[in-house]
Nanobody, 123 residues
Framework: QVQLVESGGGAVQAGGSLRLSCAAS????????MGWFRQAPGKEREFVAA?????TTYYADSVRGRFTISSSGNTMYLQMNSLNAEDTALYYC???????????????????WGQGTQVTVSS
């Protein structure tokens, strides 16, 4: 199992930026893909972005061009620019264990989840 701790959330005005971090510990060597998901009140959890160990990245259409996912060592980042009110949500990081043949955008791929960090964008 991988332990994940998010940080970096907060309140920002529309058009602003935030950078989220996700620190991983434990069996990190078993993870092939790490990702960010978000859940707004009353909505389903949705995919935001993911990164493979190889460095390949994936983005939801709604954030492509505004958000950038990256990693360094055992920490994953999500740089969020040009934020708007629709980006308001609880953001979670997730890690897989490398065993499932499931799309990176599918939450069922991931075995480990962080506790979430709140992002609030005011218009």
């Amino acid at each position: 199992q991988v332990q994940l701790v998010e940080s970096g959330g907060g309140a920002v005005q529309a058009g602003g930026s935030l950078r989220l971090s996700c620190a991983a510990s434990g069996r990190t060597f078993s993870s092939n893909v790490m990702g960010w998901f978000r859940q707004a009140p009353g909505k389903e959890r949705e995919f935001v972005a993911a990164i493979r160990r190889s460095g390949t990245t994936y983005y939801a259409d709604s954030v492509r061009g505004r958000f950038t996912i990256s990693s360094s060592g055992n920490t994953m980042y999500l740089q969020m620019n040009s934020l708007n009110a629709e980006d308001t949500a609880l953001y979670y990081c997730a890690a897989d264990s490398g065993g499932r043949v499931v799309a990176v955008s599918d939450s069922s791929r991931y075995d480990s989840w962080g506790q979430g960090t709140q992002v609030t964008v005011s218009s």
